[in-house]
């Protein structure tokens, strides 16, 4: 089966850089569409940024600039870069894959991400 297990949430100040990992299995990144999304307190769960098989990318325009997503497919990882981290971005991450075969879209369990001001 499908797992994704992110890791490198915390709590950080606004303007300081975390980089996350999703660490796949049962799923090859390098030939499905990965993503990461985040959801804040009160709000629905957005995209953040997303890297297709083909290697193109897409980010949400809040983080163009400061976030770079990619993917090592030797180790089946996708990571999220996140610098000149701001409050604003405070969220649960969350890494998702779309597994093409089946149509079918996983997602990890969450990490917490705090950014104080």
């Known amino acids: 089966q499908v797992q994704l297990v992110e890791s490198g949430g915390g709590l950080v100040q606004t303007g300081e850089s975390l980089r996350l990992s999703c660490a796949a299995s049962g799923i090859i990144v390098a030939i499905n569409t990965m993503g990461w999304y985040r959801q804040a307190p009160g709000k629905q769960r957005e995209l953040v940024a997303a890297i297709t098989g083909g290697g193109s990318t897409n980010y949400a325009d809040s983080v163009k600039g400061r976030f770079t997503i990619s993917r090592d497919n030797a180790k089946n990882t996708v990571y999220l870069q996140m610098n000149s981290l701001k409050p604003e971005d405070t969220a649960v991450y969350y890494c998702?894959?779309?597994?093409?075969?089946?149509?079918?879209?996983?997602w990890g369990q969450g990490t917490q991400i705090t950014v104080s001001s």
């Open positions: 998702n894959g779309y597994l093409r075969r089946l149509g079918v879209h996983y």
